[in-house]
Antibody, heavy 121, light 108 residues
Framework: EVQLVESGGGLVQPGRSLRLSCAAS????????MHWVRQAPGKGLEWVSG????????GYADSVKGRFTISRDNAKNSLYLQMNSLRAEDTALYYC??????????????WGQGTLVTVSS | EIVLTQSPGTLSLSPGERATLSCRAS???????LVWYQQKPGQAPGLLIY???TRATGIPDRFSGSGSGTDFTLTISRLEPEDFAVYYC?????????FGQGTKLEIK
């Protein structure tokens, strides 16, 4: 059974840093690209960042570029998101998401339950 | 950045009715990379439709997707009580892999 378990969320002051982790199990982790998607309270989904299976391709939303860094450790079946210079608008539930690509199709097929990040003084 | 605009923002219908949800892109999106998700309160989103028209495993055939280029549609032929939720489209054509703002399907 595929499982994605996020951790590392919490209450943090504006300008500070936080590192999120996602522990993956039930599949061959280094076969898949992985993404972070967030959802502010009562709002819609926002794609944050993605990383290819070998870390060779990385992308960020404009809203986090230069402040967030995605990484992965395939030996540990883990995905990370280093978040620096946090702002109030970064307050959200952060989901770890597996991206599946086959033939001509790509989509997010498994989502974790999320870890809540609250940025407030 | 490709902007996805979903309409309507809220759709009020009764069980048994037909629902039509729209997702319009600011530039052409490959049909192969247009995805629909369903999110119920307190839950993570779930995959509904990929490749614009292919139902994910276990999704009932009352759900169908169509469209190409910049205009895509999710149709629910006969609404069941469990279908009332928020629906999002997402494009994987180019990074950033943007989502639409969502359509809330509510019981009338």
């Amino acid at each position: 059974e595929v499982q994605l378990v996020e951790s590392g969320g919490g209450l943090v002051q504006p300008g500070r840093s936080l590192r999120l982790s996602c522990a993956a199990s039930g599949f061959t982790f280094d076969d898949y690209a992985m993404h972070w998607v967030r959802q502010a309270p009562g709002k819609g989904l926002e794609w944050v960042s993605g990383i290819s299976w070998n870390s060779g391709s990385i992308g960020y939303a404009d809203s986090v570029k230069g402040r967030f860094t995605i990484s992965r450790d395939n030996a540990k079946n883990s995905l990370y998101l280093q978040m620096n210079s946090l702002r109030a608008e970064d307050t959200a539930l952060y989901y770890c998401v597996r991206r599946y690509c086959s033939g001509d199709n790509c989509y997010s097929d498994y989502w974790g339950q999320g870890t809540l990040v609250t940025v407030s003084s | 950045e490709i902007v996805l605009t979903q309409s309507p923002g809220t759709l009020s219908l009764s069980p048994g009715e037909r629902a039509t949800l729209s997702c319009r892109a600011s530039q052409s999106v490959s049909s192969s990379y247009l995805v629909w998700y369903q999110q119920k309160p307190g839950q993570a989103p779930g995959l509904l439709i990929y490749g614009a028209s292919t139902r994910a495993t276990g999704i009932p055939d009352r759900f169908s997707g169509s469209g190409s280029g910049t205009d895509f549609t999710l149709t629910i032929s006969r609404l069941e009580p469990e279908d009332f939720a928020v629906y999002y489209c997402q494009q994987y054509t180019s990074s950033p892999y943007t989502f639409g703002q969502g359509t809330k399907l509510e019981i009338k």
